[in-house]
């Protein structure tokens, strides 16, 4: 059975830091694309940052420069840096990963950043 579990979601004020977590289990976590998807109140899900199984990444422009995406294959969890919190930030935070025709979804985690 997959499973994603992210966690480190909390309120937080602008300017504040947080880190997200998304521990995997029932996959071959070093073969699989990770990522950090967000959806706020209203609006469709949007990837927020990618990593490659061979450590490439990708953000979205709203978030480079302060936000950094990172895997630890030994532990098989995937993190989520996030820096310089802004209100626009707040959303549900959801994991991703993904190889081939497969795509797997944690239940999200809730980042509320107050101005």
């Known amino acids: 059975q997959v499973q994603l579990v992210e966690s480190g979601g909390d309120l937080v004020q602008a300017g504040g830091s947080l880190r997200l977590s998304c521990v995997t289990s029932?996959?071959?976590?070093?073969?699989?694309?990770m990522g950090w998807y967000r959806q706020a109140p209203g609006k469709q899900r949007e990837l927020v940052a990618e990593?490659?199984?061979?450590?490439?990444?990708k953000y979205a422009d709203s978030v480079k420069g302060r936000f950094t995406i990172s895997r630890d294959n030994a532990k098989n969890t995937v993190y989520l840096q996030m820096n310089s919190l802004k209100p626009e930030d707040t959303a549900v935070y959801y994991c991703?990963?993904?190889?081939?025709?497969?795509?797997?979804w944690g239940q999200g985690t809730q980042v509320t950043v107050s101005s």
């Open positions: 990593i490659t199984s061979n450590g490439g990444t």
């Open positions: 991703n990963a993904a190889r081939s025709y497969f795509t797997y």
């Open positions: 029932g996959i071959i976590f070093s073969f699989h694309k």
